[in-house]
């Protein structure tokens, strides 16, 4: 299931190569006491939980509202467990930009190593992006897609979008330790600086137009471009985000030729497929709408902002039961990590110092 998302605005540059070596080492013990004391189910759920993974970064000594703490952190764990992760049976796959694209290679490259189909796994991280990047449309390209799992197959998810107009990155969390139903509500918490016009195909009420808009995939092409063409006559109320006429004919013909072939099943076997993004799906659920009264969602599944709030009480006051609960977690870690004393000594100032300005 999805566990929560946070947005934090664009910054530019990276960390400093003395603190990022620093990162490694500490998010390396952190992770390993984790592992010992707790299991890798614990860690995994760690990662998938907006506010640990939050105060995780600060500790490791990154800014606090950076977007940059994403990717630094995730890079860091990532860097820090390189050589070891047979040992100890937890693997990061994936990062940033380009390297996000060969997260099933690197899968696959530790698939001898674990007891669940490695296949299956790279069906959740594709799975988890699509559904971000094409199923909830929210304005927020990704940039950033981070896969954690665990030798029985447990994963975590930890991806990040951006949106250019409003200079804001939001961060998406998953956890895949129980069944995962990708394609209705895998949002178990949302937090971004705002609500906005989002299609969200995913919703719960938005059923019988998954369910449309996959059958109208399967259709011939011929028979769903006259349906289409008809459409483009209409004049839309308001609330649609999305016009017939953003979307030509001869783009729709060549994909609906695809998805006639491949005749997916149902809405998941559809975003599934190669080459349906977000304008394909667009287009589908707007037919499924129009033509079948299949009701689209709009509904921002977003409920709040910043993972942790702020310190002035916008865009919502901190929840310091939450926070609370992770420092202590943090400092009892930190407290017991095998990393050197002026290391831990300033572990234990940022958090201590982030803990001040969040109270």
Known sequence: MKTGIANLPLHDGRAPAWLFGRMKLLAREIARLILYDFGPEELLRRLSDPFWFQAFGCVLGFDWHSSGLTTTTCGALKEGLRGMEHEIGFFVAGGKGR????????????????????????????????????????????????????????????????????RYARRYHWLGVDAVDFVCEPHQAVCCE????TLNLVAREGGKNREISAGIAAEHPQRVIGEFEKIRTLKLPPRHDVSPDLVGPEYLHRILLKTYEAQPGNFESLLGLNGVGPKTLRALSLMAELIYGATRSFRDPARFSFAHGGKDGHPYPVDRENYDHSITFLEELINSASVGPFEKKRAFERLRAFHGDAS
């Open 194 to 197: 705002k609500r906005s016009l």
């Open 99 to 166: 390297v996000s694209r060969r997260t099933p290679d690197e899968i696959l490259l530790h698939g001898e190593h674990i007891k669940a189909d490695p296949q299956s796994l790279v069906y959740a991280s594709r799975m988890s992006a699509k559904v971000d990047n094409a199923a909830v449309q929210d304005g927020y390209q990704l940039y950033h897609h981070a896969f954690f799992f665990d030798r029985d197959g447990r994963w975590a998810v930890i991806q990040q979008g951006l949106n250019d107009e409003n």
